[in-house]
């Protein structure tokens, strides 16, 4: 077996490779189950219950405040330990499916360093809720050329992005349908899925998650006139090949939870249980841009045959390499989509001024800033935003290096690695 993170081969992958996962109260054992194996390999890991906890609190707390510590929760051993059992069993390029127990479901173990870099690099990763999950949801679904688009809500300065998400994702499939305002509220979706199902292979929520520890079938999506519940979903029948959840998703809210992951096992398996053959959902709370670049990535390699799980693989890696002058062109891209509502364009401008200044591009910053300023388009919370903004510009002015547009923008985990694939990964 390899002892190396080798770049996978650009064939189609070897196999699959089933990692289970049991979080006792001194040890966390890895269960390896191969094709070729007469029996699964049980790895047993020193890292207890008490620690992976630990971490997780250590990683909510990061994304609520620093975000930038991220990586150095992922990077601790740890979390290593949890992930190195891989590299005996998967081959590069091998999809592995990942079994999370307890507090593990929380976590992104696809982005964890397994050699040169994160396992996401040298494998496509999914996850299931059970191996007979995998089993029932095995090539069951429409393909992922058509899409439904909901748009629904988002919270604080991102609502604008909702709308940009739809469009942008839109382009990737042949005749879409976008539902928006009243046609996307909670009533009106619920009475169209009872009555015909879902008539496309992708159903896209450009909206805001929410789950519910402490009432997993509460957790959901928001949208116009109430949240779409897991208890909801259950009642409903996704024949599709894709869910996908678009936007944020709120911590665990409400009450004491059973046990931690109990919201997001709530919404997945409402999910796959319904008829979809997979989800995508995001582990934090996701900023609008870079979620919808990597969306939009990965739609295109769903639209050009690639599986699920290796496009969504391949979307990480494309969104770490993109730069200043990358992110600045896509943002050209969203203004054109956005024409005809003020606010939306704004949000994206107010976006703009912030590319320049962290290409240290202060006079260009300062330009968007001014210009915004100048208007009469502005919300009450952006444009307290532009005028930080141009605070910031100002003080940045003559400081430094010339502007590097070279820069890239998107290296944090907190931007690749929130989406998590859940279920049938081709």
Same mark, same amino acid.
């Given at each position: 077996?390899?002892?190396?993170?080798?770049?996978?081969? @650009?064939? !189609?992958?070897?196999?699959?490779?089933?990692?289970?996962?049991?979080?006792?109260?001194?040890?966390?054992?890895?269960?390896? #189950?191969?094709?070729?194996?007469?029996?699964?390999?049980?790895?047993?890991?020193?890292?207890?219950?008490?620690? *992976?906890?630990?971490?997780?609190?250590? #990683?909510?707390?990061?994304?609520?405040?620093?975000?930038?510590?991220?990586?150095?929760?992922?990077?601790?051993? &740890?979390? &290593?330990?949890?992930?190195?059992?891989?590299?005996?069993?998967?081959? !590069?390029?091998? #999809?592995?499916?990942?079994?999370?127990?307890? =507090?593990?479901?929380?976590?992104?173990?696809?982005?964890?360093?397994?050699?040169?870099?994160?396992?996401?690099?040298?494998?496509?990763? =999914?996850?299931?809720?059970?191996? %007979?999950?995998?089993?029932?949801?095995?090539?069951?679904?429409?393909?992922?050329? @058509?899409?439904?688009? #909901?748009?629904?809500?988002?919270?604080?300065?991102?609502?604008?992005?909702?709308?940009?998400? %739809?469009?942008?994702?839109?382009?990737?499939?042949?005749?879409?349908?976008?539902? @928006?305002?009243?046609?996307?509220?909670?009533?009106?979706? *619920?009475?169209?899925?009872?009555?015909?199902?879902?008539?496309?292979?992708?159903?896209?929520?450009?909206?805001?998650?929410?789950?519910?520890?402490?009432?997993?079938?509460?957790?959901?999506?928001?949208?116009?006139?109430?949240?779409?519940?897991?208890?909801?979903?259950?009642?409903?029948?996704?024949?599709?090949?894709?869910?996908?959840?678009?936007?944020?998703?709120?911590?665990?809210?409400?009450?004491?939870?059973?046990?931690?992951?109990?919201?997001?096992?709530?919404?997945?398996?409402?999910?796959?249980?319904?008829?979809?053959?997979?989800?995508?959902?995001?582990?934090?709370?996701?900023?609008?841009?870079?979620?919808?670049?990597?969306?939009?990535?990965?739609?295109?390699?769903?639209?050009?045959? @690639?599986?699920?799980?290796?496009?969504?693989?391949?979307?990480?890696?494309?969104?770490?390499?993109?730069?200043?002058?990358?992110?600045?062109?896509?943002?050209?891209?969203?203004? $054109?989509?956005?024409?005809?509502?003020?606010?939306?364009?704004? $949000?994206?401008?107010?976006?703009?001024?912030?590319?320049?200044?962290?290409?240290?591009?202060?006079?260009?910053?300062?330009?968007?800033?001014?210009?915004?300023?100048?208007?009469?388009?502005?919300?009450?919370?952006?444009?307290?935003?532009?005028?930080?903004?141009?605070?910031?510009?100002?003080?940045?002015?003559?400081?430094?290096?010339?502007?590097?547009?070279?820069?890239?923008?998107?290296?944090?985990?907190?931007?690749?690695?929130?989406?998590?694939? =859940?279920?049938?990964?081709?």
């Amino acid at each position: 077996m390899p002892t190396s993170g080798d770049t996978p081969p @650009t064939g !189609p992958p070897a196999r699959v490779v089933l990692a289970e996962y049991y979080v006792g109260e001194g040890a966390t054992y890895v269960f390896g #189950v191969t094709a070729d194996a007469d029996r699964p390999d049980i790895v047993p890991v020193e890292v207890s219950r008490a620690d *992976l906890r630990n971490l997780a609190d250590a #990683v909510r707390g990061t994304l609520s405040g620093d975000p930038a510590g991220l990586a150095g929760h992922l990077a601790d051993e &740890r979390m &290593r330990r949890l992930v190195a059992p891989l590299r005996r069993w998967a081959a !590069p390029g091998d #999809v592995v499916c990942l079994v999370p127990h307890d =507090v593990l479901s929380l976590l992104p173990l696809h982005a964890v360093p397994l050699g040169d870099g994160p396992l996401t690099d040298r494998n496509p990763v =999914v996850s299931v809720p059970s191996a %007979s999950a995998l089993r029932r949801r095995a090539g069951r679904g429409r393909r992922p050329d @058509t899409a439904l688009i #909901v748009t629904g809500l988002w919270p604080g300065r991102q609502e604008a992005f909702a709308g940009e998400q %739809s469009l942008a994702v839109a382009r990737w499939f042949g005749g879409p349908e976008i539902l @928006t305002g009243g046609q996307a509220s909670r009533e009106e979706l *619920l009475t169209r899925l009872r009555g015909t199902g879902t008539p496309a292979g992708v159903l896209h929520f450009a909206a805001h998650g929410v789950l519910d520890a402490g009432e997993p079938m509460r957790s959901g999506i928001e949208l116009a006139g109430g949240r779409l519940t897991a208890e909801d979903i259950l009642g409903l029948r996704l024949d599709v090949d894709l869910v996908t959840l678009g936007a944020c998703r709120a911590g665990e809210d409400g009450h004491a939870p059973r046990h931690p992951g109990d919201g997001l096992a709530g919404l997945t398996r409402a999910l796959l249980y319904a008829g979809a053959s997979a989800a995508l959902l995001a582990l934090w709370q996701v900023d609008a841009l870079p979620a919808g670049m990597l969306l939009g990535s990965f739609y295109a390699g769903l639209r050009d045959g @690639t599986p699920k799980a290796e496009a969504l693989r391949r979307a990480r890696s494309w969104l770490r390499e993109r730069t200043v002058a990358d992110v600045l062109d896509h943002a050209v891209g969203a203004r $054109a989509r956005l024409a005809g509502d003020p606010a939306a364009v704004a $949000a994206v401008r107010l976006e703009e001024g912030r590319l320049h200044l962290a290409a240290r591009d202060a006079a260009t910053a300062i330009g968007v800033f001014s210009s915004l300023l100048a208007g009469n388009d502005l919300t009450g919370e952006q444009r307290h935003a532009a005028e930080v903004g141009m605070l910031r510009a100002r003080l940045a002015a003559g400081r430094g290096a010339g502007p590097d547009f070279g820069l890239r923008v998107f290296t944090d985990p907190r931007h690749w690695a929130p989406f998590v694939l =859940v279920g049938d990964w081709r």
